[in-house]
DNA sequence: CTGAAAGCGCTTACAG
DNA sequence: CTGAAAGCGCTTACAG
């Protein structure tokens, strides 16, 4: 509790050789007066223009890494009309994968000066849009990044490019101009993942979709059909039930898939979470994974590796996505040097064979 | 894309009825205008000053209604020298844990006008108490919200502190003041959970602890013993053994466990995501849970009923707590009716019985 | 109960 | 390449 009153302060400030001995944080008048410059031209500092000259550049530059200057955001932003905060907008059923991504954003994010706030919401919510807005508007977000199934709202882009706010959208296909999106690959690797089912001498297998509305429930239904046709095989209506990316609803999709006579041999879920479901099941009806049942899931969430046996599946990287989402959005800002910005090349999801699947019995 | 030139705006915004016609976000200065006051008065609205008449009160308020007025948190921020955002700060291993106390925070947050920073950190990094403080002066936060281990660190809330920045701490114990804290019960409710399995028949229990510095591992060791010796029962050293709270830690525990000879005949891990590693060492020994091993777990996380048998565990009330730590943080600040502020009575921990425990062979 | 002045720490628009 | 003035939207300290 070492609060001064103000007047010291006000000396200390004065004298110019004691400046660091400031009790308060250094602000842009303390280093423009120890500089000799106005606040203006430390301004231009601040903001990396070239109209300085490289001496006067340095001096300041000395000046506020001794006092360990750092410029305050909410007045810049308050100058800026732009805030230095990024907003994580999802409405996500499946918990690990926010926090992996938010984990990924965050690293993406550090060092730059941006803060992350976390803006859960609710899709179905008939006010949904215009609570976005209202956040974005508040808090006059630098950006936004949008977890699917948010990500794929053209609507709700509209509005947030309305607002002047910048945006990358993470998705499962190309939805956006490509310095909108950061994508994966979903379509090949599912496809692979339905080859591997079918070389093992599967040919009854189920499929579990994601919920309708969600665009990686279309690329990896359409990856897995790709996939089985390559190698010669059909999935009959019956074997494609709708899921819902949640573990509840993988049971009840088992239930229907394991409930017909002849038995699908193998499933592929959309997710792990619905593949959890699937295990549940298949434990229920005294079914053996993967002696009586192959099972491939989908995301490769921590779950995955604490069923048994544990499961076959692909694993999203999604730390990296999260991260180049948030590289991505800093670009424009100068707080990262520009790389390879204009890209949107997919992120390689990897199909990981574990001890899940085998040859029919 | 409307975006005007700032002249019709001007020019609307002076004709007082067309007030509402404007285009840009109403600010402190049309509030006054259009109520005939100063600024002062309207920004006493704002803060909810007594010292307003009541019918001025009220038309301002009208006003602003119908503006749809927002006060700029930047802004107030900038004038009050602190911002209205509440960081979440935590170094924990489960990340399941940390989405459940995050959604319970933001409820606890909804509507207030404060958003939620999120920080993960690393205690153990040589530089983590000063990337705190830095993080704090920086954004210059309304409060911090802990979540254990990092809630555990007297020395860190001593600079949190210092900083004048409030905070609240999520732990298993009182270890601060009573407006500072949000706990649990833990000791008790692990007590339970020990006379269950002695009443089961088991008298050969092996122990899984939370790693050395969290509190919550000793009040869980506490509770457990005090259990069991409740039944005139006793844990040798030979059956506890240290875990990290990760998955990885339970299964190294496990094995060391499961190799005595004569082995527990049940397992009591401190958290879920041990009690899946025990799963798995089982699993691997040909051991059927519950029939030749009984294991409990902590948590309640969604892994919990994933694992199969469903694990019998403790369920933590984490949202509650999350919301709790929010409110207890609002308090203070008039944007929350102040309820029951000043207790710190812990959130009951509930034990739920699963599959996962029988009676010995 | 109300207001005029100054200020929070920065940037923009303009001038040189 | 540099700076003086005005302003971002609010609050504090003071006065009445």
Known sequence: MTRSSSSPLRKAGAKLGDATALKRRATINDIARLANVSKKTVSRVINQSPFVK?????????????????????????????SFLIGLIYDNPNAQMVVNMQQGVLDGLRGSGFELVVH???????????????????????????????????????????????????????????????????????????????DLGHTRIGFI??????RSR???????IEGLRARGVEVPAALRV????TYESGVSAAQQLLSQNPRPTAIFASNDEMAAGVYHVARQMGLSIPKDLS?????????????????????????????????????????????????????????????STAPPL
Chains 1, 2 share one sequence.
């Open 54 to 82: 490289e001496e006067t550049r340095q001096r300041i530059g000395e000046i506020m890494q001794e006092l360990g200057y750092v410029p305050d955001p909410q007045a810049r932003g308050l100058a800026f009309r732009r």
């Open 120 to 198: 859960p919401c609710n899709r179905l919510d008939k006010s949904f849009m215009q609570e976005v807005g209202a956040f974005i508007d508040r808090q006059k977000l630098y950006g936004v990044i949008l977890l699917p199934p948010v990500s794929e709202n053209d609507k709700l882009v509209e509005l947030i490019e309305e607002r002047g706010c910048r945006y990358v959208r993470i998705g499962s296909a190309v939805l956006d101009e490509p310095e909108n999106i950061v994508i994966s690959n979903d379509r090949l690797v599912t496809a692979e993942a339905a080859r591997h089912l079918v």
């Open 209 to 214: 979709a994601g919920p309708p509305g969600f």
């Open 218 to 224: 279309k690329e990896r239904e359409a990856g897995f």
């Open 242 to 245: 709708d899921g819902a990316y």
């Open 295 to 355: 099972v491939v899931g989908f995301d490769d969430t921590p779950v995955s590796r604490r069923l048994w046996p544990p499961l076959t599946t692909v694993r999203w990287p999604i730390l990296e996505m999260g991260q180049a989402a948030a590289e991505k959005l800093l670009r424009a800002s100068n707080a990262v040097a520009p790389t390879n910005g204009g890209e949107a090349r997919p992120f390689p999801a990897h199909f990981v064979v574990r001890d």
